[in-house]
C-alpha cells in the first residue's frame, strides 16, 4: 500500500491551485513546518498577513474538514518522525505475535516503499536532478547523516566514474566548513538526512545555501527541514516492521539516478570509465606468483 502522502507532501501538489493568499499560507507553513501549523489558526494567519478565513480555506483544500484534523495530522507525523528505536521496540513485540515471518513481514514492507516511490516522487523531480548532477561544470559534494552517510558514500563510488568533480564530505564536523570556503553557484551539494534529523547536517546545508550551493536532499516521507533551503527534495519511505528504519529505498533512487546519468553522459563517460578500469588492472588482486 502506498505511503500516506504527509501534510508538507499535499502542500507542494497544491501549490499551483492555491490563490495568492493561499500561497502566503503555504508558504508561512513551510518555512517554519510544521511548527507554524501547530499554533492557533488566529496566529497563523497573522503570521502569514492573511484572515482566519482563508487560513481555514487553505486547510479544506488540503482535504481535512477541521483545523483540528489538520493539526492532528502534524502532530501525529511530528510524533513518528522522533521516534528512536527504543520506543519502537513495544509495537515491534507486538508485531512479532502474527502468523508471518519477520524475513516476509520486512521483504513486503520494503517492496510495497520501493513501490509507492513512483507514487511519491514526482518524475519532474527526478530528470531535474538528473540534469543537475550531469553538467559536469559543477562540482559535487555529499554530506549523510549516521546511517543515511552509507547511501552518500555508494552514490558518490559510481558518480566518481562517471564525471570529474564528486567528493565526499567526510571527518570530524568541525572541519566541514574547509569545504565551504571552494562553494559557489556552480556547487551542488547532495544531502542525506532522514528521521532523527541530524542538527549538524542542516546547519551546514543552510551554510552552503547561503554560500549559493544547489541543494538537493534525499529525506524520508516527513521531510528533514533542510527542505526549506533545498532546489530539489527526493523523498522516500523508511518504515519497515524493524526498530530501526531502512534505507533500502534510498539505495535504489541512488541506483536509479546513477543509471539515468550514466545515460544521459552517453560517451562523456566511456572515457573516463576506460582511464578507471587500466587504473584498477595492476592493483588487481593476483594469484601466487607464476
Not at 558514500?153 to 567528493?167: M, Q, T
Not at 542538527?199 to 552552503?208: E, H, I, P
Not at 534510498?250 to 545515460?263: D, P, R, S, T, W
Request: hydrophobic share 45%; glycine share 6%; with cysteine.
Amino acid at each position: 500500500m502506498p505511503a500516506e502522502p504527509s501534510v508538507y507532501d499535499r502542500i507542494q501538489e497544491l501549490m499551483a491551485a492555491f490563490t495568492d493568499r493561499e500561497r502566503r499560507v503555504a508558504q508561512t507553513l513551510l518555512a517554519n513546518y510544521p511548527v507554524a501549523g501547530l499554533e492557533t489558526v488566529s496566529r497563523l494567519a497573522g503570521t502569514a498577513g492573511v484572515s482566519t478565513a482563508t487560513v481555514l480555506r487553505f486547510v479544506n483544500k488540503l482535504g481535512f474538514a477541521l483545523y483540528s484534523d489538520f493539526q492532528a495530522a502534524l502532530r501525529s507525523q511530528l510524533t513518528e518522525t522522533l521516534q528512536s528505536p527504543l520506543t519502537r521496540m513495544a509495537a515491534a513485540r507486538d508485531r512479532a505475535d502474527t502468523q508471518a515471518s519477520f524475513l516476509h513481514r520486512f521483504t513486503e514492507a520494503v517492496t510495497a516503499n520501493a513501490r509507492s516511490m513512483l507514487d511519491t516522487l514526482p518524475a519532474s523531480e527526478f530528470e531535474a536532478t538528473v540534469e543537475l548532477l550531469c553538467d559536469t561544470r559543477r562540482q559535487i559534494h555529499v554530506l549523510g547523516g549516521r546511517y543515511s552517510s552509507s547511501v552518500g558514500r555508494y552514490l558518490v563510488d559510481f558518480l566518481k566514474a562517471l564525471r570529474p568533480r564528486v567528493g565526499y564530505i567526510d571527518g570530524q564536523t568541525q572541519k566541514w566548513p574547509n569545504h565551504l570556503l571552494d562553494f559557489d553557484r556552480n556547487t551542488v551539494l547532495i544531502v542525506f538526512d532522514t528521521r532523527r534529523y541530524q542538527s549538524d547536517v542542516g546547519a551546514f546545508a543552510r551554510l552552503a545555501a547561503e554560500r549559493g550551493c544547489q541543494i538537493v536532499l534525499f529525506t524520508d516521507i516527513w521531510h528533514s527541514d533542510i527542505a526549506r533551503v533545498a532546489h530539489r527534495v527526493l523523498a522516500f519511505p523508511v518504515t519497515v516492521p524493524s526498530i530501526f528504519d531502512s534505507v533500502a529505498v534510498g539505495f535504489i533512487m541512488a541506483e536509479a539516478l546513477v543509471g539515468a546519468c550514466a545515460e544521459k553522459l552517453g560517451e562523456q563517460s566511456r572515457a573516463r570509465i576506460e582511464d578507471l578500469e587500466a587504473f584498477r588492472m595492476p592493483l588487481a588482486p593476483r594469484g601466487p606468483e607464476e
